[in-house]
């Protein structure tokens, strides 16, 4: 069974640019995640979908971020205009419904914003 | 709010060294579930254990040790007898209301480095 995987693993833009991000999750997982990881901190909650809803965007840190996820499978996460804050690693995971809290991680997207 | 503590940012250690990762957490809910991931140089996050804030019973999987102190509020890892394939960087974190799907909080994590 594939993982999640996450596209591209590699992305450098420079400020003012915009990128999209995207994660395919496991199939038939309903429930789909973003974190970031800026360096050397935590990794922070974004956003977490179910299905095509989101339950829960508290994390987002400003309308400069765009989570999509039509159809309810693979999820796209635009940043426009990236700023500088922005470079990071960006995680995306997936649980089925009753998976009690086991996400499934993607090896992220390392973003740099010069 | 809910708070993960990694207070350790990088261990260095000889192979077949015991080494302990500790973490400690805050949360005002009764109910919650502590894990632990691995994520290697490959950069993905590996699924190690998750703990039931009611389980506070050791558990031990091969050279993979936890031991759950709700008293303080610590969820630390040791690792027996490491190896090189150990080296990583080990991220505690936490989640709130069991049973249906949440967001997890984490540690700032610990990079383990095992050396020959």
């Known amino acids: 069974e594939a993982g999640v995987t996450q596209f591209p693993s590699h992305s450098v833009i420079e400020k003012g640019q915009t990128v999209t991000l995207r994660c395919d999750p496991i199939s038939g997982h309903d429930n789909l995640y973003w974190y970031r990881r800026v360096m050397g901190k935590e990794i922070k909650f974004l956003l977490h979908f179910v299905k095509e809803s989101k339950q829960d965007e508290s994390g987002m840190p400003n309308n400069r971020f765009l989570a999509e996820r039509t159809g309810g499978t693979y999820s796209t996460l635009k940043v426009q205009p990236a700023e500088l804050e922005d470079s990071g690693v960006y995680f995306c995971?997936?649980?089925?419904?009753?998976?009690?809290?086991?996400?499934?991680f993607g090896p992220g997207t390392r973003l740099t914003v010069l | 709010a809910q708070k993960v503590t990694q207070a350790q940012t990088e261990i260095s250690v000889v192979e077949k060294e015991d080494v302990t990762l500790d973490c400690v957490y805050e949360t005002r809910d009764t109910t919650y579930y502590l894990f632990w991931y691995k994520q290697p140089p490959s950069g993905e996050l590996v699924f190690l254990i998750r703990r039931n804030s009611f389980d506070e019973q050791n558990e031990i999987s091969g050279r993979y040790s936890w031991n759950f102190q709700k008293s303080t509020s610590s969820f630390n890892f040791t690792i027996t007898a490491s190896q090189v394939v150990d080296s990583a960087v080990y991220f505690c974190a936490l989640s709130e209301v069991p049973g249906t799907a949440s967001k997890l909080t984490f540690g700032t994590g610990t990079r383990l480095q095992v050396t020959l």
């Open positions: 995971a997936s649980s089925p419904t009753s998976s009690y809290n086991e996400q499934f």
